[in-house]
């Protein structure tokens, strides 16, 4: 697992989620661990490396 730092789309602060590298390329829901508002996150992985990372807020 690799943990990675970035800022939530919500609330600003900066947080962190675990990511799988095993996985190429991934794209799912998680709620931030400050202010609780869904994000959607996705991820892309070559060779273990992470090449892509987007995190959107989801508008409730």
Do not use: K
């Amino acid at each position: 697992m690799l943990e990675h730092f970035f800022q939530c789309p919500h609330c600003f602060q900066e947080i962190s989620m675990l990511l799988d590298p095993s996985v190429g390329r991934q794209e799912y829901i998680e709620d931030c661990e400050v202010c609780c508002n869904p994000i959607e996150l996705q991820v892309e992985f070559e060779d273990g490396e992470l090449v892509y990372f987007e995190a959107n807020s989801i508008e409730q």
